[in-house]
């Protein structure tokens, strides 16, 4: 209920806490970007997440074994500042904000005859590192955001992702083994994490 | 014969020009990035391109209908300027690079179940409009290196790409139907042409 009411607001206040909380994020760039919230609790959405360092794109991941039918693509985006702090030291440092973007796959687009290319985004997560805001798992958060909205509501503490990441995460619960240009980095600095993926 | 002499090469000599290549783009970054090449003809591999903005990936994309069993990913990147441009104008401005970067595609990785993940780079091209290098085709010109190449040689303006692009490009010769963040720039200022992409 409190999802509902949130993404599907359409009264006055709604309205003008969601353009604020967009223009919140404007003067920011990935390279000096820290976390926005509002109401102390929800993830504003980074208005420039796209242009942040592209880490990769899987199709129809699963870790359950049972493939969709239509798999969606899977980008995932990080701020520069914590991607350079990473390529130096393979650690994530405070204030890094992973983004996956989910987005619909289609095959027959254009000239395209098989094989599939990326449309519309179904839904965004953020994997946030913010000490001063989340005192346990390690400063690390989950929020969620549906398609279009620009306020990601936080995951609760129980919720899989937390101990999924925290059993599989090559380094500091974040899948960087699924991440071919930082593995290189967090092998060299020793945080790779080789047992907790097998 | 030239191609293999060029990437194969094991002697010193080809070592100083590979080590010279990369050291002329170390110094510029996305936003400032001009094309450097090499010999007046082959494209050096922009060294921080994987920083650059990303458009999209593509996954075993094929426009002869014949889909290939191991499909690699297509993640494409344009260099800060031009981007920035694109979104303002709806149209390329002199010295846009933008790079397809073909990676391997593998499904059972770590905990993942189906799907497929990315993993080594098999192969990289360059789609680059230089009005000051190539005097044809709008300014633009292809380039293909081999993995771990750095430095690009031009295709031939009678290869198929040329004739393709031109022929589907939804923009300026570029596949811009494929990247789901432009197409709506492009509409905006009337530079996206339906027609030519059926």
Redo the contacts between chains.
């Keep these: 209920m409190k999802r509902s009411s949130l993404y599907g607001m359409g009264c006055v206040t709604g309205l003008v806490i969601v353009l604020f909380a967009r223009s919140a994020a404007t003067a920011q760039d990935s390279a000096q970007y820290t976390p926005q919230y509002s109401n102390g609790t929800h993830l504003v959405l980074p208005k420039d997440y796209?242009?942040w360092?592209?880490l990769?794109?899987?199709?129809?991941?699963?870790?359950?074994?049972?493939?969709g039918e239509n798999?969606p693509?899977e980008?995932v985006?990080v701020n520069?500042a914590a991607?350079q702090e990473f390529l130096k030291t393979g650690t994530w440092p405070d204030k890094t904000i992973l983004l996956l973007e989910i987005?619909k796959s289609e095959s027959k687009?254009?000239?395209?005859?098989?094989?599939?290319?990326?449309?519309?985004v179904q839904a965004i997560e953020a994997h946030v590192k913010d000490s001063s805001h989340s005192t346990d798992s390690g400063g690390w958060a989950f929020y969620g955001f549906p398609a279009g909205g620009a306020l990601g509501r936080p995951f609760e503490k129980t919720a899989d992702c937390f101990s999924?990441h925290q059993q599989?995460g090559?380094t500091d619960t974040t899948?960087v083994?699924?991440y071919?240009?930082l593995v290189e980095a967090a092998k060299a600095h020793g945080t790779y994490n080789e047992t907790e993926?097998?």
């Design positions: 796209r242009q360092v592209f990769s794109s899987g199709i129809g991941m699963t870790y359950s074994g049972t493939p798999p693509f980008n985006f520069a991607h987005r687009v254009s000239i395209n005859k098989a094989g599939r290319v990326q449309s519309n999924c599989n090559a899948f083994q699924f071919p240009t993926h097998k």
